[in-house]
């Protein structure tokens, strides 16, 4: 998978989300996702939201996903 390919994955399942994502290698990622949708949630729980967007691709097209989630005012924050 490229780059643009989990990003687009992301932004189908997060629609409202700013999505980044980086790879060398075609299977680890790393990705930077600022949502509305996170307001209110942990880490945890943002990380699963991100993980349904990319199904059954996590743990095959994709062996690795470093990712960052912030909530828009988090990422003003900085």
Request: glycine share 8%; aromatic share 4%.
């Amino acid at each position: 998978m490229s780059p643009a390919e989990v990003k687009a994955l992301i932004q189908q399942g997060l629609p409202s989300a700013e999505v980044e994502v980086r790879g060398e290698d075609h299977t680890h990622f790393e990705a930077l996702v600022v949502s509305p949708e996170f307001e209110g949630k942990r880490a945890l729980a943002r990380h699963q939201m991100v993980y349904a967007t990319l199904g059954d691709r996590m743990g095959r097209e994709i062996h690795a996903l470093s990712l960052r989630t912030l909530t828009p005012a988090e990422r003003q924050a900085g």
